[in-house]
């Protein structure tokens, strides 16, 4: 099939790449000229492990080809797959869709014959409506059918969830364009997974219902870990004891820092924003994302704790600081508010991250970005494992640190707290204080 994608994030070329993986045809279109240049010279914008690889395949093979002429890109395709960004709305918890907009008055303005176009965005209950009635306004004699098909890509595990996803979610209510669609998605829901027909408004709330529900288990585990805190239990083993009933789930079930990303924290604001258009409550969502607040204000809390809150001069390390590994991706990372209040407090701060520096953190005072472990963990005061990278899973802190008091903060339960105890090793741990 002809594929067209407008947007080239993680949404957009993964499925982009993918597709064209698939055999079809596929156009990635972004109005970032720059971007589209370094995709059309092998330069990746994101790091995505597995990405490079099926991109330059199909490059090469001429599947999938980078634009920014979106007219052309329109004009040659037969399903159009908006994937632009819907991040938070400046000032309120709404999604902000003006990108997506923007992307249907742009095929509405080309649009030269009958058109699919599908929002892979993650768009509040009822945007595929306003979309209809974008094409129907300014294209009357053209028809165009809009179906909603929500993308549930992990950053770092794109391309694996994107060949085996556990399903995939088609909202329309036109059979022989639901057919089309499944059509596409076949040599991928052939295998394991499992397709999902239903409305383009149900499509819609599927995206924000898993993602919401994801972050409730996290914050469910997080609030456990700190009552595990309190009464001397690993809360490890609660994780395991709770996870290994089938109708729980062992996943999503790991204590931790707040969470973060591109889409936890921004589409469970944006599901509370659309209850109040359809005046009912969803009380259980608005105590995850309080909770998630409060967790942030939590760990910094710790954090002074453990230096006995004296903060001034002290060296405080970093391993890690994206919001979760296998990704460069800073957005609503729990780092950034750690390092912003331990900054104005006067630590001197180094942190290492295998995807390099960020640009996030270089607004605060004293945070060096150092490039490699041995360098960030050098006479510490404090080590913060802040993101669980495999490099950070064996490491010898005595070594690393090289001083006599060591500290260590592991925001992920990655080491024992027995094996530290007995190295000599002050640690400290989420939901897992020994009495
Ligand atoms: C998420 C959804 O999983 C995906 O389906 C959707 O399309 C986009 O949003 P992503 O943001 O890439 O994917 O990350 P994910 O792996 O889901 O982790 C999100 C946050 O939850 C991270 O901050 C992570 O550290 C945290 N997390 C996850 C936990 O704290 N504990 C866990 O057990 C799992």
């Not at 070329?13 to 156009?27: E, K, Q, R």
């Not at 596409?184 to 919401?212: D, Q």
């Amino acid at each position: 099939m002809k594929l067209c994608m407008i947007g080239t994030g993680y949404v957009g070329l993964v499925s982009g790449v993918c597709f064209s993986d698939l055999g079809n045809t596929v156009i990635c279109v972004d109005n970032d000229e720059n971007k589209i240049k370094d995709l059309n010279n092998g330069k990746i914008p994101i790091y995505e492990p597995g990405l490079e690889e099926v991109l330059k395949k199909n490059y090469k093979q001429k599947r999938l080809t980078f634009t920014s002429d979106i007219k052309s890109a329109v004009n040659k395709s037969d399903i159009i797959f908006i994937c632009v960004g819907t991040p938070t709305k400046k000032g309120g918890n709404s999604a902000n869709l003006k990108y997506v907009f923007n992307a249907a008055n742009q095929i509405a303005k080309y649009i030269n014959k009958h058109k699919i176009v599908v929002t892979k965005s993650t768009v509040p209950i009822g945007t595929g409506d306003i979309l209809e009635n974008i094409f129907k306004t300014k294209k009357k004699n053209k028809f165009v059918d809009v179906v909603s098909n929500p993308e549930f890509l992990r950053e770092g595990e794109a391309i694996r969830d994107f060949i085996y996803p556990d399903r995939v979610v088609v909202g329309t209510n036109n059979f022989k364009i639901n057919k089309t669609l499944k059509s596409l998605y076949l040599p991928i829901i052939k295998k394991t997974s499992r397709y999902v027909s239903t409305n383009r408004r149900g499509a819609e709330l599927i995206k924000y219902a898993s993602n919401a529900f994801l972050a409730t288990k996290i914050s469910f585990i997080n609030e456990l870990a700190n009552l595990c805190e309190k009464a001397s239990i690993d809360i490890k083993d609660i994780s395991i004891g709770m996870g290994l009933d089938q109708r729980i789930g062992e996943r999503f079930l790991r204590a931790g820092p707040a969470y973060g990303g591109s889409c936890f924290p921004k589409d469970t604001r944006a599901l509370l924003d659309t209850t109040k258009k359809y005046n009912v409550k969803l009380s259980i969502v608005d105590s995850v994302v309080k909770s998630n607040e409060d967790r942030k204000k939590l760990l910094i809390k710790k954090t002074s704790n453990i230096l006995n809150k004296k903060i001034y001069n002290k060296k405080i390390t970093f391993l890690g600081v994206t919001f979760k590994p296998n990704t460069d991706d800073m957005r609503e990372a729990s780092s950034i508010p750690m390092i912003k209040f331990l900054s104005k407090k006067g630590a001197i701060i180094k942190y290492y991250d295998p995807t390099g520096f960020k640009n996030e953190l270089s607004k605060f005072k004293n945070v060096f970005f150092s490039k490699s472990v041995n360098n960030a963990c050098e006479k510490a005061d404090l080590v913060i494992i802040h993101t669980e990278w495999n490099e950070f899973k064996l490491l010898n802190f005595k070594k690393l640190v090289n001083k006599k008091n060591i500290n260590v903060f592991d925001l992920r339960n990655i080491y024992s707290p027995y094996k530290m105890k007995k190295k000599g090793i002050n640690y400290h741990s989420i939901g897992r204080k020994l009495i």
